[in-house]
């Protein structure tokens, strides 16, 4: 079956430094694969999405990239700031839509100042 | 931008009585949602799908008697924790597919007493 497994938190950085959120993934198929953000208190906001081998999403200066050879899905950010500060969630599903998500365990970042 | 709307935020009930959850589709029509369930610290699980004008398909381990979901038109999906108690304290968070993939509501915090 299908299952994401992502790197355990809380990661704790200063602000500007470089982050990575390791994430890989066990599907058949060709799944879409998704990072989505959650703010304390709130849902789940799509943070960016690739949908085939190579592809890179990107918003909000996150960066990941779809690696096929490896099936991972590294979350990476240059310079973080203290408003980033969230639970990100390593996610993909089958189709991009129609079929439900399966989610990574999530991992909390908080940056200091 | 797509918009899920998910009441109430909180929700605070004593131990034995009923909560119910809406979720509305504001600007898609959605044949399919999708209701998850997360505890502290942990990720999101994936409780039912419900479908419209059709029963739910609930996973595994998910008592159906106990959490119903109604999903009668094509906007709002319901889900009802029956005859609730402690340990289903939770965060409750309902989700939509569509032509944009995925859109969250912002969730429902339950706490029974």
């Known amino acids: 079956g299908n299952s994401v497994t992502q790197m355990e938190g809380p990661v704790t950085l200063s602000e500007e430094a470089f982050l990575t959120i390791n994430c890989t993934y066990t599907a058949t198929g060709y799944p879409s694969l998704f990072w989505y953000v959650q703010y304390p208190g709130e849902g789940l906001q799509l943070l960016l999405k690739a949908t085939k081998a190579d592809d890179k999403g990107s918003n909000k200066g996150f960066e990941a990239t779809y690696r096929k050879e490896t099936t991972s899905f590294h979350l990476e950010k240059g310079s973080v700031q203290v408003s980033d500060s969230a639970v990100y969630f390593c996610?993909?599903?089958?189709?991009?839509?129609?079929?439900?998500?399966?989610f990574g365990g999530g991992t909390r970042l908080m940056v200091k100042p | 931008g797509a918009v899920v709307s998910q009441h109430p935020s909180w929700v605070i009930c004593k131990s034995g009585t009923s909560v119910k959850i809406e979720c509305r589709s504001l600007d898609f029509q959605a044949t399919t949602m999708f209701w998850y369930r997360q505890f502290p610290k942990q990720s999101l699980m994936l409780m039912a799908t419900?479908?419209?004008?059709?029963?739910?398909?609930?996973e595994q381990g998910v008592e159906k008697d106990k959490f119903l979901i109604n999903h009668a038109s094509l906007t709002l999906s319901t889900l009802t924790v029956t005859s609730a108690h402690p340990e289903d304290s939770s965060f409750y968070i309902c989700s939509r597919t569509g032509d944009d993939g995925y859109t969250f509501g912002s969730g429902t915090r339950l706490t029974v007493v």
């Open positions: 996610a993909l599903s089958r189709n991009n839509a129609g079929n439900m998500l399966t």
């Open positions: 419900s479908n419209e004008g059709s029963k739910a398909t609930y």
